[in-house]
């Protein structure tokens, strides 16, 4: 953050598959989707009595 000593830190990622198929056991096809994302953000800040520092993560995931 401008002007201050606080360092932030923000990533993440995101994914997606898809995905098709014959049954051996019929000749119908198989599909198959699934999706995900994750967000990170990381906080740091120095203090008389050392480093302070806030971590929170989240995530979600969907298959079909």
Do not use: H, N, W
Not at 32 to 39: P, S
């Amino acid at each position: 953050l401008a002007g201050t000593t606080t360092c932030v830190k923000v990533s993440g990622r995101v994914r997606m598959e898809a995905g098709a198929a014959t049954s051996r056991s019929r000749a119908v096809p198989v599909t198959g989707q699934a999706a995900g994302g994750r967000l990170d953000i990381d906080t740091r800040t120095p203090t008389d009595y050392g480093p302070v520092r806030v971590f929170v993560g989240t995530g979600a995931e969907r298959r079909r």
